[in-house]
C-alpha cells in the first residue's frame, strides 16, 4: 500500500480515473433510477390511456343505449297514440324506423301473446310466429329490459332491448323490441370500431351482465363465460378501475376496466405486460448507447459553459411569464441562444391564433345580433331552428307583426319607431321563459322560438304578449297592437319551410280578421282564434 502511495501519478491520469469511476457509479445509479422510474411511467401511462379508452367507449355505449331506448319508448308511444294504423302502416313505420335510425338491426311489435305482429326488415320471416325462451320472458315481463346475450328464433345471437307497449286505455299490448346482432354489422360494431387490436397487442372487449363476452377481437369467442378473470368479477360487482392481471389465457395483462351502469355491461382495455417490458428493455439498451461519449462530452463542456448557457433560459423563462400578463410585452431573445427563433416563432404563432380566434367570435357575435334591439337576429334564428330539429325537440313558432307600424313612423319619425321596437323587444323578454328564443326578424316583424310546447300552450304565451302590449304605453305615449301567428313542429309538419310558411299564414289571417289578435294555422286552412 506504501508502494501505491509513493507512486507517481499524473494529473491526467487522476483526472482520467476520476471522471471514469465517477462516469460508472453515476451511470449505474441513474440507469436503475431509469429503470424503475420508466418502469413506473409505462405502467401508469399505459393504463391511463387503457382506462381513458376504455371509459370513452363506455360512455359511447352508454350514450347509444339511452338514444336506443328513447327511440322505443317513442315507437311504443306512437303506436299506442294512433290505434288506427293497420297491420300494413305499422309494417311500413317500423321499416322506414329500421332504414332511418340504424340502431337495431331489426324491430318488431310483439304481442302479449308472445306472436310477432310485425318485423322489420320483413326478409327475417318471423312475422306471425310465436317467441319461445328469453323472448318469451321479455314479452311477459311487461317492463323495460336489455336481455344477456342469446340465440333468438332466427338463429342469431343477439341482445334484445324492449319497451312495453299498452294501447291509451292502459292495457298491455306487448312489447316494442330492437335487436342488436353481436356477429353482425351494427351501429353498436361502428362505435366500437373494427380496430379492436393495436400494433402493440392491445385490445378490448365487452361483457354483459352476467360474465359473458359480447365483443371480442376473436368473434369466435363471443357468448364465451368469462367471469372467472379478475377484472370481470370487479365488473360484474359494478367497479371500474385498473390493474396488472392474468387473463384467462394465462397472460399477464395491464387493464382497465369501465362499468356501464344504464345496461350493466362492463368494457375491458388491456395491455400484455410483455410490450411494457419490450419497451424497458429498449430504453435501458439506448441509454446505455447513447449516454456514453455525450456523458462525457457534455461533462466538459458544462463545467466551461454552465452559466453561459443558462443565461438565456433565464431570460426566455422571465419573457414566458411576461406574456401571461395583460401587459404589452417587448420580446428581447439572446442571439447567443440557439433555440431563439423556434421559441420566438411558437410565441408568436400562438398569440396570432388567439387574436384571430377573438376576432372571429367578435364578428360572429356581431353578424348574428341585430344592432337596435340587442336581439339574435334571422340568421341566427335559421341556426337555433334547425338546432332544435336535429336535436329532436318539439317547438312552436310564433310570428309577431306591429299592427299599422308605418303610421308610428310616419307620425312620430324614425327614431321614435325606433324606441318603440326596442320597447316591444324588452316587453316580449320579460315576459317568455329563460329557455325560449327571440328574434328580430326584420322590419316591424319578430319571431318567437317555444321549445316543448305545443301550439295551443304558445297561444297562452302569444295572448300574453299581446295583452301586455295593447293596455301598455309605449316610448311614444300610445299602446301598440301586434297580430301574430303560430305553426308547431312537428304536428303541423316536418318542413321548416312549410313551418314558417304555414305560421306566416296563420299571421296574415290574424291581419285579414282586424288585427290585434292571434291565430292557429290549421291542416283545413281553418285557423283556430283565441279571442
Do not use: C
Given at each position: 500500500?506504501?508502494?501505491?502511495?509513493?507512486?507517481?501519478?499524473?494529473?491526467?491520469?487522476?483526472?482520467?480515473?476520476?471522471?471514469?469511476?465517477?462516469?460508472?457509479?453515476?451511470?449505474?445509479?441513474?440507469?436503475?433510477?431509469?429503470?424503475?422510474?420508466?418502469?413506473?411511467?409505462?405502467?401508469?401511462?399505459?393504463?391511463?390511456?387503457?382506462?381513458?379508452?376504455?371509459?370513452?367507449?363506455?360512455?359511447?355505449?352508454?350514450?347509444?343505449?339511452?338514444?336506443?331506448?328513447?327511440?322505443?319508448?317513442?315507437?311504443?308511444?306512437?303506436?299506442?297514440?294512433?290505434?288506427?294504423?293497420?297491420?300494413?302502416?305499422?309494417?311500413?313505420?317500423?321499416?322506414?324506423?329500421?332504414?332511418?335510425?340504424?340502431?337495431?338491426?331489426?324491430?318488431?311489435?310483439?304481442?302479449?301473446?308472445?306472436?310477432?305482429?310485425?318485423?322489420?326488415?320483413?326478409?327475417?320471416?318471423?312475422?306471425?310466429?310465436?317467441?319461445?325462451?328469453?323472448?318469451?320472458?321479455?314479452?311477459?315481463?311487461?317492463?323495460?329490459?336489455?336481455?344477456?346475450?342469446?340465440?333468438?328464433?332466427?338463429?342469431?345471437?343477439?341482445?334484445?332491448?324492449?319497451?312495453?307497449?299498452?294501447?291509451?286505455?292502459?292495457?298491455?299490448?306487448?312489447?316494442?323490441?330492437?335487436?342488436?346482432?353481436?356477429?353482425?354489422?351494427?351501429?353498436?360494431?361502428?362505435?366500437?370500431?373494427?380496430?379492436?387490436?393495436?400494433?402493440n397487442g392491445s385490445y378490448y372487449y365487452v361483457v354483459g351482465p352476467e360474465g359473458k363476452l359480447l365483443f371480442h377481437p376473436d368473434v369466435n369467442r363471443i357468448g364465451d363465460d368469462v367471469r372467472e378473470n379478475t377484472v370481470v368479477s370487479k365488473l360484474?360487482?359494478?367497479?371500474?378501475?385498473?390493474?396488472?392481471?392474468?387473463?384467462?389465457?394465462?397472460?399477464?395483462?395491464?387493464?382497465?376496466?369501465?362499468?356501464?351502469?344504464?345496461?350493466?355491461?362492463?368494457?375491458?382495455?388491456?395491455?400484455?405486460?410483455?410490450?411494457?417490458?419490450?419497451?424497458?428493455?429498449?430504453?435501458?439498451?439506448?441509454?446505455?448507447?447513447?449516454?456514453?461519449?455525450?456523458?462525457?462530452?457534455?461533462?466538459?463542456?458544462?463545467?466551461?459553459?454552465?452559466?453561459?448557457?443558462?443565461?438565456?433560459?433565464?431570460?426566455?423563462?422571465?419573457?414566458?411569464?411576461?406574456?401571461?400578463?395583460?401587459?404589452?410585452?417587448?420580446?428581447?431573445?439572446?442571439?447567443?441562444?440557439?433555440?431563439?427563433?423556434?421559441?420566438?416563432?411558437?410565441?408568436?404563432?400562438?398569440?396570432?391564433?388567439?387574436?384571430?380566434?377573438?376576432?372571429?367570435?367578435?364578428?360572429?357575435?356581431?353578424?348574428?345580433?341585430?344592432?337596435?334591439?340587442?336581439?339574435?337576429?334571422?340568421?341566427?334564428?335559421?341556426?337555433?331552428?334547425?338546432?332544435?330539429?336535429?336535436?329532436?325537440?318539439?317547438?312552436?313558432?310564433?310570428?309577431?307583426?306591429?299592427?299599422?307600424?308605418?303610421?308610428?313612423?310616419?307620425?312620430?319619425?324614425?327614431?321614435?319607431?325606433?324606441?318603440?321596437?326596442?320597447?316591444?323587444?324588452?316587453?316580449?323578454?320579460?315576459?317568455?321563459?329563460?329557455?325560449?328564443?327571440?328574434?328580430?326578424?326584420?322590419?316591424?316583424?319578430?319571431?318567437?322560438?317555444?321549445?316543448?310546447?305545443?301550439?295551443?300552450?304558445?297561444?297562452?304565451?302569444?295572448?300574453?304578449?299581446?295583452?301586455?302590449?295593447?293596455?301598455?304605453?309605449?316610448?311614444?305615449?300610445?299602446?301598440?297592437?301586434?297580430?301574430?301567428?303560430?305553426?308547431?313542429?312537428?304536428?303541423?309538419?316536418?318542413?321548416?319551410?312549410?313551418?314558417?310558411?304555414?305560421?306566416?299564414?296563420?299571421?296574415?289571417?290574424?291581419?285579414?280578421?282586424?288585427?290585434?289578435?292571434?291565430?292557429?294555422?290549421?291542416?283545413?286552412?281553418?285557423?283556430?282564434?283565441?279571442?
Amino acid at each position: 500500500m506504501k508502494t501505491l502511495f509513493r507512486r507517481k501519478f499524473k494529473l491526467t491520469t487522476l483526472l482520467i480515473s476520476l471522471i471514469t469511476t465517477s462516469f460508472l457509479l453515476t451511470s449505474v445509479i441513474l440507469l436503475f433510477a431509469s429503470y424503475q422510474s420508466e418502469k413506473r411511467s409505462l405502467i401508469d401511462t399505459y393504463l391511463s390511456l387503457n382506462y381513458s379508452k376504455s371509459e370513452k367507449i363506455s360512455s359511447s355505449v352508454d350514450s347509444l343505449f339511452k338514444s336506443m331506448k328513447i327511440n322505443l319508448q317513442e315507437i311504443s308511444y306512437f303506436l299506442s297514440t294512433n290505434p288506427q294504423m293497420t297491420d300494413e302502416e305499422i309494417q311500413e313505420f317500423l321499416e322506414l324506423l329500421k332504414k332511418s335510425s340504424r340502431y337495431f338491426n331489426s324491430l318488431a311489435w310483439v304481442d302479449e301473446t308472445g306472436v310477432i305482429q310485425n318485423i322489420a326488415p320483413i326478409s327475417v320471416g318471423l312475422k306471425g310466429e310465436a317467441v319461445t325462451g328469453m323472448t318469451k320472458e321479455v314479452v311477459d315481463t311487461k317492463v323495460p329490459m336489455l336481455t344477456p346475450p342469446y340465440i333468438a328464433p332466427s338463429g342469431r345471437m343477439l341482445v334484445l332491448l324492449s319497451e312495453p307497449f299498452f294501447d291509451s286505455e292502459g292495457n298491455y299490448k306487448g312489447i316494442i323490441g330492437g335487436t342488436v346482432y353481436l356477429q353482425e354489422p351494427n351501429v353498436l360494431n361502428e362505435i366500437l370500431g373494427n380496430d379492436f387490436i393495436d400494433s402493440n397487442g392491445s385490445y378490448y372487449y365487452v361483457v354483459g351482465p352476467e360474465g359473458k363476452l359480447l365483443f371480442h377481437p376473436d368473434v369466435n369467442r363471443i357468448g364465451d363465460d368469462v367471469r372467472e378473470n379478475t377484472v370481470v368479477s370487479k365488473l360484474l360487482q359494478g367497479k371500474s378501475g385498473k390493474e396488472q392481471v392474468v387473463n384467462t389465457k394465462g397472460v399477464p395483462m395491464y387493464a382497465a376496466y369501465n362499468y356501464i351502469p344504464e345496461i350493466s355491461w362492463g368494457v375491458v382495455q388491456q395491455t400484455p405486460v410483455s410490450f411494457v417490458n419490450e419497451l424497458l428493455k429498449n430504453h435501458i439498451q439506448n441509454l446505455i448507447y447513447t449516454v456514453l461519449f455525450p456523458f462525457i462530452v457534455i461533462l466538459v463542456i458544462s463545467l466551461i459553459f454552465a452559466r453561459k448557457l443558462a443565461k438565456p433560459f433565464i431570460e426566455l423563462a422571465d419573457i414566458v411569464n411576461q406574456l401571461g400578463s395583460e401587459k404589452d410585452v417587448q420580446v428581447s431573445v439572446p442571439e447567443s441562444h440557439w433555440n431563439r427563433e423556434a421559441d420566438l416563432l411558437t410565441q408568436s404563432v400562438k398569440m396570432a391564433i388567439e387574436a384571430v380566434q377573438q376576432n372571429n367570435k367578435k364578428l360572429v357575435e356581431e353578424a348574428m345580433t341585430d344592432t337596435l334591439t340587442d336581439l339574435p337576429n334571422r340568421r341566427k334564428f335559421n341556426e337555433v331552428m334547425t338546432r332544435l330539429v336535429n336535436d329532436g325537440q318539439p317547438f312552436s313558432l310564433v310570428l309577431i307583426d306591429i299592427d299599422h307600424f308605418k303610421s308610428i313612423n310616419d307620425t312620430y319619425g324614425h327614431l321614435q319607431g325606433d324606441e318603440v321596437l326596442k320597447y316591444l323587444s324588452n316587453t316580449v323578454q320579460a315576459l317568455i321563459r329563460k329557455q325560449d328564443h327571440f328574434f328580430r326578424f326584420g322590419g316591424e316583424e319578430f319571431v318567437l322560438l317555444l321549445p316543448s310546447t305545443t301550439s295551443k300552450e304558445a297561444l297562452i304565451v302569444a295572448e300574453k304578449v299581446r295583452t301586455k302590449l295593447e293596455n301598455t304605453n309605449t316610448p311614444v305615449g300610445i299602446p301598440i297592437t301586434v297580430s301574430l301567428g303560430i305553426s308547431e313542429f312537428p304536428f303541423h309538419t316536418n318542413s321548416l319551410d312549410d313551418l314558417f310558411l304555414f305560421a306566416d299564414k296563420a299571421l296574415y289571417q290574424s291581419k285579414s280578421s282586424g288585427r290585434n289578435r292571434t291565430m292557429i294555422w290549421s291542416p283545413n286552412d281553418e285557423l283556430r282564434n283565441s279571442v
